[in-house]
């Protein structure tokens, strides 16, 4: 190999790079085999999207050539910014005389041969109706914001072709989806981690990232690529959230609709929290998540109002720390009858969320069927009163409820962890 890049030419040698089967390491080699899914589980720097985008390639440019091909990230921007036109992106990892040309207005990705490739949002299930593909490339599907339902969408139109197949290329995060996927009888499960890629990494990376996040939970996801299923130190446990499960709900004495609202309304606010939960005896049974982001006060407050209706509620609970009277005025606004009680926090997240998550321990508190954004949310809140960096919007609403149900009267259980 030495003295082929000694006598080849400029030309040659710019070319040289696209030869994926030099460069790639053995991690990121196709698997052999009957599957359908290929999931790729990666730490942040490890090659995966560089992985897919040579996966699609391959597909593309073969003697017998796949097509169409679905693209789906987490949204369209970050399909588009990452895996399309992304360093390790598609565009990038062809030679220019079979590069693909990225046709924006159609969000579809075009091949000299004919080939495409078409963009897809994984927030927006619906746009799955309709199209079929032969292959699929589906990109941290661990963020991915609906991902159960996007996910079911696109096993129905993945029906072309003698051998239909997809690749998930994500770092890993204990979602349901994933962990059912990584135990699919039909799925190929393929480990890498941040330092399979490390002569491509800038030399000071690894020494930076293992020095700050080595031995944490935070390290093992991000740099591992290891599945954690709870936090140290978590309030909430998936343990005992599954083993109070219900399929059905029992008759209850009393039902409320919790709302957390976001300080701002609109696209980049953040999410309004609209849990509804219930009570029979001594414990409580949350009944729907109905949180919903990027709406008017008017929006997320006729949310709301529909599942106070739809579930026989009682009350609607509202936070008012952020909106004051303004937030029981928005409701009087749709619906007058609808009584609202405001509730306001003066003690930090974690304090409050406390005696809850003590409910919880104690199995006095059942989820019907898998409320799983709701779920990750309660196994990701950390002391600093984040979830994953995010706001628990879904599991303020839930503690508001879950408090007006069980602890109104002041009494606070006694934790047993």
């Avoid at 040579?54 to 987490?74: F, K, N, Q």
């Avoid at 030679?95 to 040309?101: A, G, L, S, T, V």
């Avoid at 696209?267 to 005896?281: N, Q």
Wanted: with cysteine.
């Amino acid at each position: 190999m030495i003295h082929a890049v000694e006598t080849a030419s400029a030309e040659e040698i710019e070319l040289f790079k696209y030869y994926w089967g030099i460069w790639q390491n053995v991690l990121q080699e196709v698997p052999q085999g009957n599957w359908m899914t290929w999931l790729l589980i990666g730490g942040r720097g490890s090659g995966k999207t560089r992985a897919g985008a040579e996966w699609v390639r391959g597909l593309a440019c073969s003697e017998r050539p796949i097509s169409p091909i679905a693209l789906v990230g987490e949204t369209m921007s970050e399909a588009r910014a990452v895996m399309v036109e992304g360093p390790s992106g598609l565009l990038e990892v062809h030679p220019p005389q079979n590069r693909p040309r990225f046709d924006a207005a159609r969000s579809m990705v075009i091949w000299p041969n004919g080939v495409k490739g078409l963009l897809l949002p994984a927030n927006d299930p619906d746009r799955f109706r309709g199209p079929q593909f032969a292959a699929a490339w589906c990109d941290e599907l661990a963020k991915w914001p609906k991902a159960e339902a996007t996910w079911d969408m696109l096993q129905f139109g993945l029906r072309l072709g003698p051998m239909p197949r997809q690749l998930v290329t994500t770092t890993p995060k204990a979602t349901r989806l994933l962990k059912k996927l990584m135990v699919a009888q039909r799925t190929v499960v393929t480990r890498m981690p941040t330092t399979a890629n490390a002569e491509n990494l800038a030399p000071n990376f690894l020494a930076a990232i293992e020095e700050l996040y080595g031995r944490t939970a935070l390290g093992r996801q991000e740099i591992e690529g290891e599945m954690i299923e709870d936090i140290p130190g978590a309030l909430w446990s998936r343990v005992d959230i599954d083993t109070a499960r219900l399929e059905t709900a029992p008759e209850l004495e009393r039902i409320v609709v919790a709302v957390d609202p976001p300080v701002t309304g609109g696209p980049k606010s953040d999410a309004c929290g609209i849990v509804v939960a219930g009570r029979s005896g001594t414990r409580a049974v949350v009944l729907a998540d109905r949180t919903i982001k990027g709406v008017t006060p008017m929006g997320w407050a006729r949310v709301a109002i529909k599942a106070f209706h739809e579930f026989g509620a009682d009350a609607v609970i509202a936070e008012v720390n952020q909106g004051g009277d303004l937030v029981r005025e928005i409701f009087n606004q749709i619906d007058a009858l609808v009584p609202v009680k405001a509730v306001r926090a003066n003690r930090g997240k974690w304090v409050r969320a406390e005696p809850v998550a003590a409910l919880y321990a104690q199995g006095r508190v059942h989820h019907v069927g898998m409320l799983a954004e709701l779920e990750d949310e309660l196994c990701a809140f950390g002391p600093d009163g984040l979830a994953e960096g995010h706001s628990p919007d879904r599991l303020d609403a839930l503690v508001w409820a879950l408090s007006e149900l069980l602890l109104r009267d002041g009494a606070v259980p006694r934790v047993r962890w």
